[in-house]
Each structure stands twice: as structure tokens, then as C-alpha cells.
């Protein structure tokens, strides 16, 4: 008998870097932004088997909601997305490419979001022989937004939240007044913390490297309101914090 162990390396909104990366396979990229008509409704993600044996890798789609605290898995792939090929066994060392083709409705009204999960599938051992085998998935972000327009980011609340441990951070409302989706890694955070008497204790900026670096890349989806909390350490819990976002434009 053999044991199956799964690891799973979720790109999200938070995902932290452009490559996906584990012992035994190399996903990028892990954020496709597509659109609904036009060259761009196709992207290829390239898998590449670090593994010293061949590699079995199945693709699987599924919609996302996009809920105050995150997204929310609804294990419910509705057909929007093509990806071929959907099964491959990729040899050592080599790299294989999956189209993802957006075939949904072409008038969206509103951003529509799915993972898809590249999943590494068990391999059939011979008859009587047992092994433990580690199977990695990673799950691959795809955004689609209506045509024409631009996010609406905004800071509409902000407020100190400590973790139990003495730890401090600014916990913010952001939201999106536009049907098409942003990410807050492509504008500035500002920064302002006072302490119980109004004394400017903190003032940091971060731009959108640091974002993407420090925190991901801050999907906000079309009419979405949701709570970020900052990787910005506070000098009290006392006292008020101001954070605003700005896009450079």
C-alpha cells in the first residue's frame, strides 16, 4: 500500500513571488491576467520537471469568490476557461507549456476570478510494492475583467490590530468602486501612525515592489470590499494609524 501526501503551494492574492517554485516542479507564472476578446485572452503557464523521473501533472479549473477576508474556493470549474493540454508527463528536465484560453461570456459586468491548480498525480507502482509519495500542487490565479475601465482602490478605513504576541500592525478596508478588478501592488501605501497624544510615531511608504515583495499582490476584485492587514510593524498599540493608496497616475 502506498501513502499519498499532498503539499500545496497557493499563488492567490497574496501570492509573494512570479515563480512557484518546490523540489519536484517549477509553475510560472502564478498570476495570469487575461482578457475577454482579443490576443489576450490566452496565456501559457510552463511547468518544468526538476525531478530526476518523469512527471505526471493534471490541470484543474475552479471559480474563486472573492470574499472581505480573502477568496472563497467554490470547487466549481463552470467552463470559462480552456486549458490545453489538461494532462501531460513532462520527462527530467524538460518543460512543458498549457494554453489557458478565456471562452466565457465576452460582456462580463463585473471581474471574474479561478484557480487553476496544477496538480502532480501519483504514479502506479508495481503490484506489491508500497512507498510514500509526495505529491505537490500549485494553484495558479486568473483574472478576467470587463472591457474598458480601470480600478477604483481606496483605503476607506484603517485601525491598529495586535496579534497577542506585542505585535502591531495596520488592519485596512479597501475598496474597489470599479467592476474591473486592481491589485494594490501596483500603486503606494501610505503610512501614518500617531500615538495616544497625536505625536507622529511612524511615516513609511511603500511602493509597489515592496507591496508585492513584503505582502503579495493585494488582488481587489470588482466591487469588492476587503480587509488587508499591512506588514508594517508599529511602534504602540495606542493612538491611531492613517493609510492611504495612491496609484502614481
Known amino acids: 500500500m502506498k501513502n499519498l501526501f499532498y503539499r500545496s503551494v497557493a499563488a492567490v492574492c497574496l501570492a509573494t513571488a512570479p515563480i512557484a517554485q518546490a523540489t519536484a516542479m517549477t509553475v510560472q507564472p502564478v498570476v495570469l491576467d487575461l482578457q475577454t476578446t482579443g490576443r489576450d485572452m490566452s496565456q501559457v503557464i510552463t511547468v518544468e520537471n526538476t525531478f530526476a523521473t518523469p512527471l505526471p501533472v493534471e490541470l484543474q479549473v475552479q471559480q474563486l ?17 480552456l486549458v490545453y493540454p489538461p494532462q501531460a508527463l513532462i520527462q527530467p528536465g524538460q518543460t512543458q507549456a498549457f494554453r489557458v484560453q478565456y471562452v466565457g461570456d465576452p460582456d462580463l ?3 471574474r476570478h479561478y484557480y487553476i491548480t496544477v496538480a502532480q498525480l501519483p504514479v502506479k ?4 510494492q508500497s512507498a510514500i509519495q509526495i505529491l505537490y500542487n500549485f494553484q ?4 478576467i475583467g470587463p472591457k ?6 481606496a483605503v476607506v478605513g484603517s485601525t491598529i490590530a495586535s496579534d497577542g504576541a506585542g505585535h502591531s500592525t495596520p488592519l485596512v478596508t479597501v475598496r474597489n468602486d470599479s467592476a474591473n478588478y486592481g491589485y494594490l501592488s501596483q500603486g503606494k501605501l501610505r503610512v501614518v501612525a500617531r500615538d495616544a497624544g ?11 515592489p515592496e507591496i508585492q515583495q513584503r505582502m503579495g499582490f493585494g488582488l481587489i476584485g470588482g466591487h469588492q470590499v476587503r480587509k488587508v492587514r499591512l506588514p508594517v510593524e508599529l511602534p504602540t ?3 491611531t494609524v492613517e493609510v492611504t493608496f495612491s496609484t502614481g497616475e
Open 198 to 208: 497625536g505625536k507622529e510615531v511612524l511615516r513609511e511608504t511603500l511602493n509597489g
Open 125 to 128: 507502482l508495481p503490484e506489491g
Open 237 to 239: 498599540s495606542a493612538g
Open 140 to 143: 495558479v490565479l486568473v483574472s
Open 109 to 111: 459586468t463585473e471581474s
Open 148 to 153: 474598458g475601465g480601470k480600478p477604483a482602490l
Open 65 to 81: 469568490v472573492l470574499t472581505e477576508d480573502g477568496v472563497k474556493l467554490t470547487g466549481v470549474d463552470p467552463g470559462d476557461l
